[in-house]
């Protein structure tokens, strides 16, 4: 139980354009969504939260109007990597929180974004 | 400081030997942590997750925990090349997890 279904797993985009990343819990409500980053050999970086229904909360550094998060159901969360350039290729993942068992936090796949 | 400290390896370990992992933390008031393996390219995935001071064990995984000396290990028994990846320590912080910059293990046949 407590999946996260992450897509796509990898993409390849033009600099300058827009990428949508999904995230969805498939057999819980994911009231909450973290989104990471990560750059080769180095630990995940928290970009943002989000919350059903509500803004996403970004971490210091990280721009807000490049990186669109909506959270829309407690079953969807979306980023939106707009206006790509190559130094936002990265991996990038997404996790949420399961309650009331031993599950902790659960991830997703991850999505693989090269900017050419 | 840091809120959680790892020696990023990498660790080298033969086949069939104990593999020890060790993760310290800030935060005292910390409840809940967590080891996740992530090999390359994929997403971590959860090994263990320890709330009490003491051992838990889980198959060839057990985790230590001891709060008084704000210090979280993992022990894997009777290593195996599958076990090769980075393991992350992270622990339950403010509405998140905080996560240590993880340790790249190496089992050697």
């Known amino acids: 139980g407590a999946v996260v279904s992450q897509h796509p797993s990898w993409v390849i985009c033009k600099s300058g354009t827009s990428v949508k990343i999904e995230c969805r819990s498939l057999?819980?409500?994911?009231?909450?969504m973290f989104w990471y980053r990560q750059f080769p050999k180095q630990s995940l970086m928290l970009m943002a939260t989000s919350n059903e229904g509500s803004k996403a909360t970004y971490e210091q550094g990280v721009e807000k109007d490049k990186f669109l998060i909506n959270h829309a159901s407690l079953t969807l969360s979306t980023l939106t990597v707009t206006s790509a350039h190559p130094e936002d290729s990265s991996f990038y993942i997404c996790?949420?929180?399961?309650?009331?068992?031993?599950?902790?936090?659960?991830f997703g796949s991850g999505t693989r974004l090269t900017v050419v | 400081q840091k809120e959680v400290e790892q020696n990023s390896g990498p660790l080298s370990v033969p086949e069939g030997a104990i593999a020890s992992l060790n993760c310290t933390y800030s935060?005292?008031?910390?409840?809940?942590f967590f080891w996740y393996r992530q090999y390359s390219g994929k997403s971590p995935e959860l090994i263990m997750s320890?709330?009490?001071?003491g051992d838990k064990e889980d198959g060839r995984f057990t985790a230590q925990l001891n709060k008084a000396s704000q210090y979280v290990s993992l022990l894997i028994r009777d290593s195996q090349p599958s076990d090769s990846a980075t393991y992350l320590c992270a622990f339950q912080g403010a509405q998140k997890l905080v996560f240590g910059q993880g340790t790249r293990l190496t089992i050697n046949p």
């Open positions: 057999d819980f409500q994911a009231t909450t």
């Open positions: 935060d005292r008031g910390s409840q809940s």
């Open positions: 996790s949420a929180r399961v309650t009331g068992g031993p599950y902790g936090y659960t």
């Open positions: 320890i709330y009490s001071n």
